[in-house]
């Protein structure tokens, strides 16, 4: 079975690859009802999308989406939701002389393994040109998310590391994610990181990313024990995203260096029949279900493996040969990320919340 598709009730499906003629998504289980224009889709493409700035590839693409189905007179239905993107700024040509070798840390060399052939142009259905999908239904599932549990129900994301230099957490402004380049929430780091990506971007490197998401106004109850458990599920959907290489859940791996008595996270009485914690080194996860606390997840993404730096590898034929990879190419892809990430916590808890509202109905506390 393909794993084209994400997801259990809320769910969805890409097609497409870098250098066809377009890409597209298919988004079910939306409920019907729901005010969804193409504008909604397209403010969390236009961060996403390529050639932006100085420090994103120079690949020119408008991502207009066009919903082709499952919306009437500026509703949703209930019925599949069609969205497609054409691709208006392909250089194929780019890739020839790569054709027919295998480019190290992408997904040329398994492809071929797989499948006994491959599309060498920008890595076919490899390529991160696909997260455009993703965000589109993403930007589906914030509106099933606040359709539901209101307006307070907010998912968001940062970039806090940059090839090895992390902002200064002390320094956190939501509000200055929106106000430059690099999605920081540390206004401070701006200066350093524009030095640091343009020496390698000179050097024809790349640097990796962590980036921090977050979903505010989400009640407690969600998540399916045992196997789909809603971290589980977080981390699954988050490490899907390409390049990405490492995710964790609230503390984390720093979990791991506390002790018992540091790590948990003490409760009381809100005088209003819940509970406050004094910390959130769970993540806003409980036993695999939320807690009501603000969830948060990071991700780890992997240096750009397109260089213009010589690396060995090999041929079809298996002889070593030096591979330079032309053409546009992002000196940290973690940056495009960041609507990514927030497509994917989003369609994950907008699925669990339709799978609690069927198993649980009226039993439950939610909606």
Sequence with gaps: MAGDTFGTLFRFSTFGESHGPAIGCVIEGVPPGIPL?????????????????????????????????????????????????????????????????????????????????????????????????????????????????????????????????????????????????????????????????????KAGSSVGAIVQVEAEGIPAGLGEPVYDRLDADIAKALMSINAVKGVEIGAGFEAARLRGEQNADEMAPDGKGGVVFSSNNAGGVLGGISSGQTLVARMAVKPTSSLLIPRNSVDLEGNPVEVVTKGRHDPCVGIRAIPVAEAMLAVTLADHLLRFRGQCGFQGSIG
């Design 37 to 201: 224009a193409a504008e909604d889709l397209q403010r969390d493409l236009d961060r996403r999308k390529p050639g932006q700035s100085r420090h994103t590839t120079q690949r020119r693409e408008a991502d207009e989406a066009e919903i082709l189905s499952g919306v009437y007179e500026g509703r949703t239905t209930g019925t599949p939701i069609g969205v497609l993107i054409r691709n208006t700024d392909q250089r194929s040509k780019d890739y020839s002389e790569i054709a027919r070798r295998f480019r190290p840390g992408h997904a040329d060399f398994t492809y071929m393994a797989k499948y006994g052939l491959r599309d060498p142009r920008g890595g076919g259905r490899s390529s991160a040109r696909e997260t455009a999908m993703r965000v589109a239904a993403g930007a589906v599932a914030k509106k099933v998310l606040t359709h539901i549990l209101g307006e307070s129900a907010l998912v968001r994301a940062a970039l806090v590391e940059m090839g090895g230099v992390a902002i200064d957490p002390t320094r956190w402004d939501w509000d200055q994610t929106g106000q430059n380049p690099f999605f920081s929430p540390d206004p401070g780091i701006v200066e350093t990181w524009e030095t640091l990506l343009d020496g390698v971007r």
